[in-house]
């Protein structure tokens, strides 16, 4: 495991898969970081399948409505079409690159639409620049993001098992 800078800054995500370590970067998306922390300490993301996995692209997870397995609306054909019920986020686009472990905002066509969804890069996807919010960075891990099943949708998809702030998880 990476070793951890600033434990409130920095996520577990525990998959099906495996582990993996995010660090968050407050400075860049202070009101994303935000919500991403809320939720994970609301246990929204645990049970989440990753409803969208697409090869040297990335892989979508973070449909708290209808993507959390176990949830009382859970809809496989429905995952990645929810978010959660609080209201949606303003875009904190930056110049940092989506590079390979660069965790960003799902949103649809409208820049201010954000909500709970996220996605992981394989790969550089530059050409997403400045048009989605980047709120973290995989620093452990990235290997079992590799092993994410592929689809879209995806069948029996893998799921984050348990997603906590590194400062709250217990020793």
């Not at 709120?135 to 997603?163: A, C, F, L, Y």
Request: aromatic residues 8%; glycine residues 10%.
């Amino acid at each position: 495991m990476a070793e951890i800078k600033d434990p409130e800054n920095t996520l577990i995500m525990e998959t099906t898969q495996g582990e993996v370590t995010i660090e968050l970067l407050p400075d860049l998306a202070p009101g994303h970081v935000a919500r991403i922390k809320e939720l994970a300490r609301e246990g929204a993301y645990d049970g989440v399948v990753f409803h969208r996995v697409i090869e040297g692209f990335m892989a979508q997870t973070g449909d708290v409505k209808f993507g959390k397995s176990g949830g009382k609306d859970f809809n496989p054909g429905r995952a990645g079409m929810g978010g959660s019920d609080k209201p949606d986020l303003k875009a904190e686009f930056s110049n940092m690159n989506h590079a390979r472990g660069t965790c960003s905002m799902a949103r649809s066509q409208d820049p201010n639409s954000a909500n709970s969804q996220f996605f992981i890069c394989f790969d550089d996807a530059g050409f997403l620049n400045r048009q989605y919010t980047v709120w973290g960075q995989v620093t452990s891990g990235m290997d079992n993001v590799d092993k994410i099943k592929r689809g879209e949708p995806v069948p029996d998809p893998d799921k984050i098992v348990s997603m906590k702030v590194a400062a709250d998880a217990k020793a």
